[in-house]
Nanobody, 132 residues
Framework: QVQLVESGGGSVQAGGSLRLSCAAS?????????MGWFRQAPGKEHEGVAA???????SYTDSVKGRFTISQDSAKKTLYLQMNSLKPEDTAMYYC?????????????????????????RGQGTLVTVSS
């Protein structure tokens, strides 16, 4: 069973940076998996933020392009989200997610946004608060 544990959230002022990490366990070497981050702000729906597939191809939601970077360290089984130029509207609970099988990064963003129940695994979340 895949387990995901996020860390790195916190409070920053607008324009600041944070790096989120997600430690994955339970993945086998033969599994094809697409990893990603989604967020949920109070009173709002899930929003897929970034995803990276097994070939390293990435996809981002428009509002974070040029500011956020997703990456992974396969050896350490860790997923990262570098968030720069943070804005108050980035305030949300951020979740790490995994989708097993042959899923593109764009498809994974769609799953995280519209069908989070179809995710193979998700973490407990880490809170990011950006003040103006």
């Amino acid at each position: 069973q895949v387990q995901l544990v996020e860390s790195g959230g916190g409070s920053v002022q607008a324009g600041g940076s944070l790096r989120l990490s997600c430690a994955a366990s339970g993945l086998t070497g033969s599994q094809t998996v697409t990893m990603g981050w989604f967020r949920q702000a109070p009173g709002k729906e899930h929003e897929g933020v970034a995803a990276i597939d097994s070939d390293g191809i990435t996809s981002y939601t428009d509002s974070v392009k040029g500011r956020f970077t997703i990456s992974q360290d396969s050896a350490k089984k860790t997923l990262y989200l570098q968030m720069n130029s943070l804005k108050p509207e980035d305030t949300a609970m951020y979740y790490c997610a995994a989708v097993t099988g042959y899923v593109t990064a764009i498809q994974a963003l769609g799953i995280m946004t519209r069908a989070p129940h179809a995710l193979s695994a998700r973490g407990q979340g880490t809170l990011v608060t950006v003040s103006s």
